[in-house]
């Protein structure tokens, strides 16, 4: 498999980004170095801090048209504790750049909400892959696969339409649902990128 194209600005297992608390809507991870005005620069005293556009942690396949017809890899992977009476949780990976998840377009989604025991840490990860050709204006979405504490949830996709990738740039985001609101609910994202395949 080759390097990664596209990886999610600042994200690793040593600084991985997180969302949760209480609410039962869904809550795309963030982009950790959105909003830098506030932390030393590494470049010197007195020099501002870099700042990336976007709130989101976002994967790209840029509309250059070299992605065309290429069967690409997404992959996503992290951690969640989850809590409260009888927890489940939703994950989604999505086409946009929202935090707010009805803002994106959903390409993949658990067809059914995970069932977990409460007070407990879980690993999780999602992979898929996605294609697609500015002739039918179609990308396709297969393959994908989630995965929490070792169980695989079978997935609900939606391909795109109206695609074209040699003019627009795709960008996508990850996101979670606790069916059960509590405020020590948290997920993390400690992976989140794309490969050719």
Known sequence: MSEP??????????????????????????????????????????????????????VQIRGTGEYEQQAISVSASGYLFVHGTSPTINFLFQQGTSLTSGSNTTMATLTSVQSLTTNANYPWAFSCRVQADSVSGVMQIYSAVFVCNG???????????????????????????FGVSDATNKAFLSQFSLTVA
């Not at 690793?12 to 959105?34: D, E, Q």
Request: with cysteine; charged share 0%.
């Open 151 to 177: 169980v695989s949830g079978a997935c609900t996709l939606t391909d795109l339409t109206g695609v074209n990738l040699t003019t627009t740039n795709y960008s996508f985001v990850m996101g979670v649902t």
């Open 5 to 58: 194209f596209s990886v999610a600005p600042g994200i690793g297992p040593y600084t991985p980004v997180s969302v949760g608390g209480t609410g039962t809507t869904t809550k795309i991870f963030p982009n950790l170095l959105a909003n830098t005005s506030g932390i030393p620069s590494a470049f010197g005293s007195g020099s501002p801090a870099p700042t990336l556009p976007g709130a989101c942690a976002t």
